[in-house]
């Protein structure tokens, strides 16, 4: 049943009219979507230059069947109404930048910064459009990059694990004898207690609870190596998290970065790598300690409000929808 007040289905059912026939009457008559000036181009792109401001964010995000489309918003809106500066179909930075660059060059050079992620294209836009301003590559992207690495540790002892118990299934199988798991001292087996160690290796030591903490223990005296890897992991976000000098965080990065390189562990090269590709932009963060919350949680505004019309039939409509509320 639907609980929203305002729904279509239910004025519909109060009215006693088909819903499909006021769905119909609302975009055609009362929304004024077919007077909207940027109707004819939606689907492809929507600019609104009068809310380019000083700081920003870019990102994509899908709006029906893996569609993407990159985002700027303006971060002092605060996600609500003259959010939205720019919505255009697609990623590839070469039609991204001749849109943007339509924006008089006057009003591009008043942004100071900019907040991203990784992307390559996501750089290359924001230089060409935005030449006066500061890059900021975001630090959750680079901590989930760390994160991830840690994970990737945890999955391979896992496989294994499941790998060698199914050999002893079969081998207890074979001999015509019951199979039991060996478990350790918090109940869990060597399958569980990889499996369930999951959330735990995402946070800091100091917000597990008691049973994580006993978790952890036996993890890491089992798993030597996914100590080491979540140990630097929570180096890197302790660097970001209480450091507010930008060089004094230049040079424990750089520390982080030896540290990472003896530790030959090739998930941590592979980051160190990213890291060293955007190290200046990184190290911008604690310029204004900026990120690109503001551009994620906009992402979620809008899958919460695709969610409420049960998916995008209709792209350029949506959209219409979305800039009426935020642009």
């Known amino acids: 049943m639907d609980n929203n007040p305002l729904s279509t289905s239910r004025i519909a059912k109060l009215y006693k009219t088909d819903i499909r026939r006021l769905q119909k009457a609302y975009k055609d008559k009362l929304s004024g979507y077919n007077d909207w ?27 029906s069947n893996g569609e993407l489309y990159t985002i700027l918003t303006n971060k002092y809106a605060k996600g609500g109404p003259g959010a939205i500066v720019a919505i255009i179909k ?18 591009r050079n008043m942004v100071k910064e900019i907040t991203l992620d990784m992307a390559g294209s996501m750089n290359l836009i924001a230089k060409k459009c935005f030449p006066k301003a500061t890059i900021v590559t975001d630090r959750f992207h680079v901590q989930m990059l760390a994160s991830d690495a840690v994970q990737e540790q945890r999955i391979k002892f896992r496989w294994k694990a499941i790998d060698l118990e199914n050999e002893a299934i079969s081998e207890a199988k074979k001999l015509n004898q019951k199979f039991h798991s060996y478990t350790f001292s ?18 800091s030591s100091t917000k597990w609870t008691k049973l994580q903490v006993q978790r952890a223990e036996i993890l890491f005296k089992e798993y030597p190596t996914i100590q080491e890897t979540y140990l630097l992991a929570q180096k890197l976000s302790y660097i970001f ?26 998930a941590f090269n592979t980051i160190s790598k990213s890291i060293y590709n955007h190290y200046e932009s990184i190290l911008n963060y604690f ?21 409420q019309f049960r998916g995008v039939r209709d792209i350029p409509f949506f959209l219409f929808r979305l800039c009426k ?3």
């Open 90 to 107: 697609g990623t590839k930075s070469e039609d991204i930048i001749k849109r943007l660059n339509t924006i008089p060059v006057s009003r």
């Open 37 to 63: 000036s940027q109707k004819s181009h939606a689907e492809n792109w929507l600019l609104f230059s009068k809310n380019l401001g000083f700081y920003l964010s870019i990102d994509e995000t899908s709006l």
């Open 186 to 203: 918090n109940g869990d087996t060597r399958k569980q207690l990889l499996a369930r160690s999951r959330f735990l290796l995402f946070k």
């Open 241 to 266: 998290e209480n450091n507010t000098d930008k060089d004094i965080a230049r040079v424990k990065l750089a520390k982080w970065y030896n540290e990472v390189e003896s530790s030959g562990y090739k």
């Open 287 to 307: 310029n204004n300690r900026s990120t690109n919350a503001s551009a994620e949680s906009f992402n979620a505004k809008i899958k919460d409000f695709r969610r």
């Open 325 to 327: 509320l935020y642009a």
